[in-house]
């Protein structure tokens, strides 16, 4: 029973795949009326952007979290 489920999640999973590989994207290709799109970034720019960060931001907010409990020492 437990290899006719797993057939079942494969079919499932790879017919699910394969019906998005198939479809189209919807409209990205047509400009709308007063669709002013401005320059695009470069691979630096993007990963400093979407990686370094919220990465940054994390250890700044964590650190911050950290701080009082810093200043008590050990009891």
Request: glycine share 10%.
């Amino acid at each position: 029973m437990d290899k006719r489920n797993a057939l079942r999640a494969g079919a499932v999973s790879a017919a699910a795949t394969l019906m998005m590989l198939m479809s189209t994207p919807a409209m990205a290709l047509v400009r709308d009326d007063g669709d002013d799109p401005g320059q695009s970034l470069s691979v630096a720019q993007t990963l400093g952007l979407f990686v370094a960060l919220p990465i940054v931001l994390f250890l700044v907010i964590a650190g911050l979290v950290m701080l009082p409990s810093l200043g008590k020492g050990k009891k």
